[in-house]
């Protein structure tokens, strides 16, 4: 197979990192863009909602937020898999990487949620079955976080961390399902791929403008941590030693 066509190439540290050097630019300057969309549309020209007035323009970052946080868990438990079946080094990378973003996600989700439930529930917390699954959601991604930190060696941690991750997944499932299977406060979905939207067009394109931006932004930070992370982890290799120089391989 011609080499210019080969993927797997770019599971080499050193030919991921300058690549994910180039792509960051590109990201981030789509989720500015998809930002500022997101947020015009949403914020001036979306009109008010009759049940909930001005406080449901909430959802245009709390919706994303929430989608990202379980999509980033999946995306990570992902790696792991990979990571676990295949003994990739970079899979593991991608996971650490990821896991921040995530946990900002998911505590995006719940902040905004709690915004949000005051007007419509009178209260900032309730322990509804979405609510208390997805500070489940926030705890796995921290306790990731404490699990793959507290492990000197990088290789087990990405392995023990990968076990959490797989385990970990069933809750997803649970979220995103729980207000079909439970009676719960949380109103259901408002998109879905089976049916029309229950909001008005300029709403719905607001908060997929901002889903965008979301996606974005995760992938640009993502690129950005994991090249940290393979400066930290390949520094005794002649690649990394020419990256820090200056110098051309």
């Not at 969309?37 to 001036?44: D, N, Q, V």
């Not at 790696?79 to 079946?85: Q, T, V």
């Not at 995530?102 to 609510?131: E, H």
């Not at 926030?138 to 990731?144: E, H, P, R, T, V």
Request: hydrophobic fraction near 55%; charged fraction near 10%; aromatic fraction near 14%.
């Amino acid at each position: 197979m011609n080499d210019r066509f080969n993927l797997y190439r770019f599971a080499a540290p050193a030919v991921f990192y300058p690549l994910a050097g180039r792509l960051v630019p590109w990201f981030a300057g789509l989720a500015a863009i998809f930002g500022l969309a997101g947020l015009a549309l949403g914020m001036l020209v979306a009109p008010t909602d009759f049940q909930q007035g001005e406080g449901y323009r909430i959802i245009f970052i709390h919706v994303p937020a929430s989608w990202m946080s379980m999509f980033i868990y999946l995306v990570m438990a992902f790696w792991a898999a990979i990571g676990l079946a295949f003994n990739t080094r970079l899979s593991g990378m991608m996971a650490q990487a990821l896991a921040p973003t995530g946990a900002l996600m998911a505590f995006l989700s719940l902040w905004t949620g709690a915004l949000w439930g005051k007007p419509m529930w009178g209260a900032w917390w309730v322990w509804d079955a979405r609510l208390t699954s997805e500070l489940i959601l926030l705890f796995l991604y921290i306790g990731y976080l404490a699990l793959t930190a507290a492990i000197d060696d990088p290789r087990r941690a990405d392995k023990a961390g990968g076990l959490l991750l797989l385990v970990g997944v069933v809750n997803v499932p649970i979220i995103y399902f729980s207000v079909k299977w439970w009676n719960t406060l949380h109103q259901g979905a408002s998109v879905s791929l089976t049916r029309s939207p229950s909001m008005a067009s300029v709403m719905l394109w607001g908060m997929l403008l901002m889903a965008l931006c979301f996606w974005m932004y995760t992938i640009a930070v993502a690129l950005l941590r994991v090249r940290t992370i393979l400066l930290e982890r390949e520094r005794h290799t002649d690649w990394v030693k020419a990256e820090l120089t200056g110098e051309t391989r």
